[in-house]
């Protein structure tokens, strides 16, 4: 897993118009390739009778899958303009989908590259991006007599207070940037006065919005 990445909300759209052309972006995070082609398809299948579906994805931790597709137009003006769009911003797992429609006037390949890159742009502005964060979720066992004090210490702290079950002891569970482990361990012990058990259980990514 990686300490932090970007990528887009979920899912949006974003229309322009550029010299009478529509241009209607499409954008969602994908993190498989399957998933991406799903989404290209749906497009495609939802505007049939546009005049080009352009398309580019960047798939993985590593970029490993990056594809792109101008569907007709020129060579190179709307699929590597869109895919250079996503590494520019440094997004993973996103796909997107310029669909256009001509307006009859020819934007010559200088403006198509231009047209294409915008409305990924515009698209990705208007669906809005992340950054997930990898965190532990740490397990804190206690008496119940130190509930109200560990609830209000960790609410107020930087780190983020996930859920809490009320069982024989109370279980607070806390997310916690990875790397920050031995610092909350630490924390949480002089807060206790070693009265409590301290437990790393799973990693996931914790979202922010950018």
């Not at 994908?30 to 082609?37: L, R, V």
């Amino acid at each position: 897993m990686l300490e932090n990445y970007f990528t887009v909300k979920r899912e949006g759209s974003k229309e322009i118009i550029i010299q009478k052309s529509r241009f209607i972006g499409y954008v969602k995070r994908c993190e498989t390739e399957e998933a991406a082609q799903e989404f290209i398809a749906s497009i495609k299948k939802k505007h049939a009778d546009a005049n080009h579906n352009c398309s580019a994805y960047m798939i993985g931790e590593q970029n490993l899958i990056q594809k792109a597709h101008d569907d007709g137009e020129p060579s190179g003006t709307a699929g590597v303009p869109m895919l250079e769009v996503l590494k520019k911003k440094e997004l993973k797992d996103t796909a997107v989908v310029v669909t256009r429609y001509f307006g009859g006037t020819k934007l010559g390949t200088g403006g198509l590259i231009r047209a294409y890159s915008s409305t990924v742009s515009e698209a990705i502005n208007e669906t809005g991006i992340v950054e997930r964060q990898k965190v532990h979720m740490m397990k804190v066992k206690a008496d119940y007599t130190l509930l109200g004090k560990l609830e209000n210490e960790i609410r107020n702290s930087h780190f983020h207070l996930s859920s809490i079950e009320y069982l024989e002891h109370v279980e607070i569970y806390t997310d916690v940037i990875s790397g920050e482990e031995d610092e909350f361990t630490s924390w949480i012990t002089d807060l206790t006065s070693g009265q409590a058990e301290i437990e790393p259980l799973d990693y996931s990514y914790r979202e922010t919005i950018i």
